[in-house]
């Protein structure tokens, strides 16, 4: 083991407690198949396949950590890599929180990864690390924007909107995850930042709260969240493409 790597114990909590409506009807989202295999199985190979990662965490929806649990033991995964399944909550906020509190002491660098987001690179999970090992207490990938973005007055669903503003787009980034953090950092901002409403949709969000500066990152166009239909006819065709170059 490397002087690096004992300094540093690196854990992935995976939020999966989400019920996945805008995707349509049917099993929860994280349980969704692509290309045969769970979604949620990707996204624990993913965080698996970085050298850096020795455990896993996955935060099952509040009722389903037995069939969590079953599904992962009936996939291969990498014998390097523990795994632990916690029940979930009502928002990804309180996830994030009941799988932090599952954690050993030993773990000092904490990768929070969406199930939602099954294709992410190794590249990209090491280039977080990395990050967080070298200094930064917060560290999100993130991709320049392609659309431009309003600001608007919301109105009922389906009503014209009033513009309020135009950011420039060159000044923002599309976040993706995993996002990663000094555990200390992290657990002082959930234990610290109001859990209100629906909760936070981004842990990086909530450290900032706390005056710590998070680091961005270059992202990836395959860390893409699998959030509507289409999405995962895009994940199909990633993974078709993979398999093809793998054949070569
Ligand atoms: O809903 P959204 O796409 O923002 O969810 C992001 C991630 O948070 C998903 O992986 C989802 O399963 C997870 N989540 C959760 N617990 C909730 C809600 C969402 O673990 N109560």
Redesign the pocket.
């Known amino acids: 083991m490397s002087d690096e790597a004992r300094q540093h114990r690196t854990a992935a909590v995976?939020?999966?407690?989400?019920?996945?409506v805008?995707l349509g009807p049917g099993v929860?989202?994280?349980l969704r198949a692509l290309g045969g295999t769970p979604m949620l199985i990707h996204?624990v190979r993913a965080m698996a396949a970085s050298r850096a990662v020795s455990l896993v965490v996955v935060?099952a929806?509040p009722d389903g950590a037995p069939g969590v649990k079953n599904l992962l033991n009936e996939h291969a995964l990498p014998e390097r890599t523990d795994y632990l399944v916690v029940p979930?909550?009502?928002?990804?906020q309180?996830?994030?929180r009941l799988g932090l509190d599952a954690l050993p002491d030993d773990i000092t660098t904490v990768l929070v990864h969406?199930?939602?987001?099954p294709l992410v690179p190794v590249d990209t999970v090491d280039a977080v690390v990395e990050a967080v090992h070298g200094g930064s207490p917060a560290v999100v990938p993130a991709l320049p924007l392609t659309d431009t973005v309003k600001q608007v007055e919301p109105r009922q669903k389906g009503e014209p909107e009033p513009v309020v503003a135009t950011p420039d787009r060159a000044l923002l980034r599309a976040v993706q995850t995993p996002q990663g953090f000094d555990r200390a950092t992290l657990v002082g901002a959930h234990e610290t930042v109001v859990r209100g409403g629906d909760?936070a949709?981004d842990c990086a969000g909530m450290v900032e709260q706390l005056g710590t500066t998070v680091m961005v990152v270059t992202g990836h166009e395959e860390a893409f969240?699998v959030?509507r239909p289409l999405d995962l006819v895009l994940a199909e065709a990633v993974l078709a493409r993979r398999r093809a170059n793998d054949g070569f």
């Open positions: 995976i939020p999966a407690a989400g019920r996945g805008r929860p989202k994280a996204a935060v929806p979930g909550g009502e928002t990804r309180e996830s994030v969406d199930a939602a987001r909760g949709t969240k959030t």
